[in-house]
């Protein structure tokens, strides 16, 4: 038995490997490697998976809010044009065709 804590240490370290080095002379090295790569395969795809759907999300809100700011704009435009006040009857004919032109604008964004 044992009595000196070298002693001791040794033994309890022998015990936890007396298992190990029968298990690593029947199995090949880097078998745990290959189990990683394809772990880390199978993350990167589901990864993929999932930020591609995050991008279309992304794609989407981009264009949502694209068409929201161009609806701004030609609503703005419209507004300056009806402000606009003339006497002049060739103005008021480009004002008017202006006007129908924003409207269908809005109504190809809508």
Not at 35 to 50: D, G, I, K
């Amino acid at each position: 038995m044992p009595t000196s804590l070298c002693a001791l240490y040794d033994a309890a370290r022998m015990g936890r490997n007396a298992g190990r080095s029968k298990y690593n002379g029947v199995m090949a090295r880097g078998w745990e490697s290959k189990s990683v790569e394809e772990q880390m395969a199978a993350s990167q795809q589901q990864s993929a998976n999932f930020s591609g759907s995050a991008q279309d999300m992304r794609q989407q809100q981009m264009d949502k809010a694209h068409r929201a700011r161009q609806l701004q704009a030609l609503n703005l435009q419209k507004e300056n044009i009806l402000s606009q006040r003339t006497s002049n009857s060739g103005r008021r004919a480009a004002l008017e065709a202006a006007l129908a032109h924003i409207d269908a604008q809005i109504q190809a964004l809508n």
